[in-house]
């Protein structure tokens, strides 16, 4: 029987033990850090400015750019101050309130690239009926539900953590809390928490994406069976291209990290695609609508090239 003590905090090992790399990590991250709430920030008022962007389309987008703001925001802080500190520590009560909130963002995400799709569907499939079926209300509404139901999928997972028995090495081998590397150092009974991590995070990720495939899938066969034009076809599906590789983007690692069995060397892979979506997808989010769609590009132009202008004529 091992000895069961109270843990009042975790070392977090972080991205590397190599000293000499740390700075170097410090420099990348910052500079994604940044991107992230100046490129995240920019659609988020834009979303709110233009009135030509007062659309189903990019109230949802305007979500997301805040979703991104608050996903990155709840790791990549910690991660920078630890690359620059010596003891890389975090308080258990910090630990498990990092591990809410990184569920809760993530599962919010999940779920609102699934409504995103179906506002897609609507407008492709429904041209006509699109502005009753995608109402404000409505958008509101699903916004809500979004947000709202991943609040549950992350208190669960926080709840079942906390009351862990932690008796072995307090070293967390990850960069941030996460329940996979909080299990390994766990003492008690893990199976109902790697039961529920598969599924109920299994449920909310996975049941969007296919959520999200069904209703890209919907588009195709409706597009070909009225119209039977490839031509029609390309144009209605490069309006979405944008949303499906975010898509890719976000699914795929989440869906490695969560889904698939954990195995001795899971740890590192896992800190590896952590990266990915908790750093990478939500910066390349902003960078990805905004090169693909030409209505955000114009705004942006609108809004933020007006104002420069202004600024520069004043200092001259």
Known sequence: MENVTTV????????????????????IFLIIYLINLVGNGAILVIAILEPKLHSPMYFFLGNLSC????????TLPKVLINLLSARRTISFLGCITQLYFFHFLGSTEAVLLAVMAFDRFAAICNPLRYPVIMSPKVCILLAAVAWITSIFNALVH????????????????????????LLELACSNTLLNQWLLFVVTGSVSMGAFFLTLLSYLYIICSLLLKHKSCRILHKAL?????HFTVV??????????YIRPASATSMTQDRMVAIVYSAVTPVLNPLIYTLRNKEVRLALKKTFGS???KDCRQHH
């Open 8 to 27: 009042n905090e975790f070392l977090l090992l972080g991205l590397t033990s190599v000293q000499q790399l740390q700075p170097f990590f410090f420099v």
């Open 67 to 74: 979703l991104d703001i608050c996903y990155s925001s709840v």
């Open 158 to 181: 926080s709840v079942m953590t906390a009351h862990l028995n932690f008796c072995r090495s307090q070293e967390l081998n990850h960069f941030f809390c996460d329940v996979k590397p």
């Open 238 to 242: 490069s309006t979405c291209a944008s």
């Open 248 to 257: 890719c983007l976000f699914y795929g690692p989440v869906g490695f990290t």
């Open 307 to 309: 104002k420069l202008f």
